[in-house]
């Protein structure tokens, strides 16, 4: 896909690694359809945006309020007349172990909010967005790409189950997306980052930074205009679908 010109929409576009993707495609000429909850950081995102000389118009979007969804998706579509890729960056975290305990005495659980809140944003906010963008997409008759952050937590990590089910369960959907969507021309592909240097990482104690960077073969946290970088060259390469893409240093190795 030649992106110049193109829609590109991407939530949990506010900070993070979701304003280095818009700033990614948007350096390509792409314009930019930016979706968070926090109306200040949307703001932000867009005239960073605009600044490179394409159009970034943010939308204001709670990913799990489905009517929500539906119209900010619905607005794309009047506003700019088309969508060409979909980034499915919105997620928190909600850390804990499943049974915490000393001595044999439980301390403490994960609760269900803990749970639920996870899984409602990194697992059903993906569902719903993916759906309505497939969904405008199809429509417009331009085919297209989605594009998940899933990450290397998929595979399993300490104090993390309801993340790591939720990015598990991303990177499934991506491939079944693949195969679902293919007849319309659209592909979908899952990106898995390591760590980066993002805020909930910047607000880590420094001893627990200096582990984490440790564990990494390469020695250090991601940038995530690495993880832009891989976001654009999914878009690009008309031949990438159904794959979860690994950038994490080599920590899965």
Not at 53 to 73: L, M, W
Not at 119 to 133: H, K, P
């Amino acid at each position: 896909m030649q992106l110049s010109n193109k829609v590109v929409a991407i939530t949990g576009c506010g900070r993070g690694l979701g304003r280095a993707m818009a700033l990614a495609f948007a350096a390509r000429g792409a314009h930019i359809a930016a979706i968070d909850v926090n109306p200040a950081d949307l703001e932000e995102t867009c005239a960073d945006c605009a600044a490179l000389g394409v159009r970034a118009v943010p939308y204001r979007t709670d990913v799990v309020d489905e009517p929500q969804v539906i119209a900010s998706f619905d607005a794309i579509a009047a506003d700019f007349g088309r969508l060409d890729v979909l980034v499915n960056n919105a997620g928190i975290t909600r850390d804990a172990l499943l049974v915490k305990a000393s001595n044999g005495a439980v301390v403490s659980k994960m609760s269900l909010a803990q749970w639920d809140a996870v899984l409602r944003v990194n697992l059903t906010g993906v569902f719903l967005c993916g759906r309505e963008g497939a969904e405008r997409m199809i429509r417009l008759g331009n085919g297209g790409v989605i594009i998940n952050i899933s990450s290397v937590s998929r595979e399993g990590n300490a104090g993390q189950t309801n993340y790591s089910a939720a990015k598990a369960g991303v990177a499934a959907m991506s491939v079944v997306w693949a195969k679902e969507l293919a007849r319309h021309g659209i592909r979908s592909a899952a990106i898995a980052p390591g760590f980066c240097a993002t805020d909930i990482l910047a607000a880590m104690k420094p001893e627990l930074l200096a582990r984490l960077k440790a564990a990494v073969p390469l020695q250090r946290l991601g940038d995530p205009a690495e993880i832009a970088a891989t976001a654009v060259f999914v878009a690009e390469n008309e031949f990438v679908t159904g794959r979860v893409m690994e950038v994490d240093g080599g920590l899965r190795l």
